[in-house]
């Protein structure tokens, strides 16, 4: 039997997706509460990313789900997930978890776009555009498109991800960068200010 297509989310699904959104953001925000532009701009000798390159990565990912990946979403066709719960799942479990890395797409490395300050301005927008997605577009379950960081999480297993996905996706790879700040931040060569 063919699950039915649904217009609105549950209110189960806007709470969670709303907590996941607001959660990521607060955390990234506390990981970098009081940074000083050295620690901003500090870059581990493994040649990874600052803090600061880290927070704009987050946040160019973040645009890119509300921005051409939202309008892709918005005019694929609708058709019902059968597979819903299972890649609710693994976006949850498997997107925040740094003990796999794959590489990003250089259009989404940093690039010194933005201060810190306009990084964190625009991570608390990104994240009340998310809740107002969530709150107020009918059929966000109901249309899917690719997603490579899917694809590479499942070795291929699956590809798709509905409007919903994509969000909780948005905040738990907030949530991978966050830990990576911390990661960055615990390194013996991180300036004490």
């Not at 039915?4 to 997706?17: D, H, Q, Y």
């Not at 890649?87 to 797409?105: C, N, Q, W, Y």
């Not at 009918?138 to 798709?160: C, D, M, V």
């Amino acid at each position: 039997m063919t699950p039915a297509i649904s217009e609105k989310l549950s209110a189960a699904e806007i709470a969670e997706g709303r907590a996941a959104a607001e959660a990521a953001r607060d955390r990234m925000i506390a990981a970098t509460d009081g940074l000083s532009e050295a620690q901003w701009n500090y870059r581990p000798a493994s040649g990874g990313w600052s803090p600061a390159g880290i927070i704009e990565h987050s946040v160019v990912i973040q645009e890119l789900v509300l921005g051409p990946i939202a309008q892709a979403l918005d005019a694929a066709p609708e058709a019902p997930d059968e597979e819903a719960e299972t890649i609710d799942s693994i976006v949850k479990t498997k997107v925040a978890d740094r003990s796999r890395k794959f590489p990003s797409p250089e259009p989404t490395h940093p690039a010194g776009r933005w201060t810190p300050a306009e990084m964190l301005a625009r991570l608390g927008a990104n994240t009340q555009r998310f809740v107002e997605r969530l709150e107020a577009t009918p059929g966000l379950r109901n249309r899917r498109i690719p997603s490579p960081p899917l694809k590479a999480i499942t070795g291929g297993q699956h590809e798709l991800m509905d409007g919903y996905q994509w969000i909780l996706a948005a905040a738990f790879h907030t949530d991978r960068h966050t830990q990576q700040i911390l990661e960055v931040k615990a390194e013996a060569g991180f300036p004490e200010r």
